[in-house]
């Protein structure tokens, strides 16, 4: 019988752990939504952006990638962002596609214009950058030395 309940009190204990680490990797990953509002940007090409990436301005994350679409008529890229409450975005802002670091991962990045008036929940980012792709840059000069080389 006393057998039985150590098993219990240490099963229970387990059960407990586990919980925190649930809910320590909750935290971590911090996938509650913040409450903010939302936009929209399209671009070109998402450049391998995702759904829970950063949005940030100036390095400071001030949101979140929360949906990517395809927009049927004109077959660009709409990726819609939560914005922090706190913070308001000039409507004349721009927006790109940034690596994270050379190993991968990317953010989108907003680069704040200069106007009064602020973009509202629902507004649509135009002014758009997009990636630029590592592969074809390396590709583009490798094949622009190998043209120097045969035309000297």
């Known amino acids: 019988m006393q ?5 219990t009190v240490m099963g229970a204990i387990v059960l407990l752990a586990a919980a ?6 909750y935290e971590a990953a911090d996938i509650k939504g913040n409450g903010g509002y939302e936009i929209i940007a399209e671009f ?4 391998g952006l995702s759904v829970g990436d950063d949005v940030r301005i100036s390095g400071i994350k001030v949101g979140r990638i929360t949906e990517q679409s395809l927009d049927p008529i004109t077959y660009s890229a709409r990726i819609a962002m939560a914005i922090a409450p706190d913070i308001e975005i000039p409507a004349d802002s721009s927006a ?3 690596a994270a670091s050379l ?5 989108l990045e ?7 008036e602020m973009l509202a929940a629902g507004a649509v980012i135009y002014d758009t950058r997009d990636p630029v792709s590592i ?4 590709g583009k000069m490798v094949f622009s030395s190998g043209n120097n080389a045969a035309s000297q």
């Open 3 to 7: 057998r039985n309940t150590l098993e």
């Open 20 to 25: 925190g680490f649930v809910t320590l990797a």
């Open 44 to 47: 070109g090409s998402t450049g």
């Open 96 to 98: 790109r596609i940034t």
């Open 103 to 107: 190993l991968g991962g990317n953010y």
């Open 110 to 116: 907003l680069m704040p214009g200069a106007e009064d």
């Open 135 to 138: 592969s074809d840059l390396l």
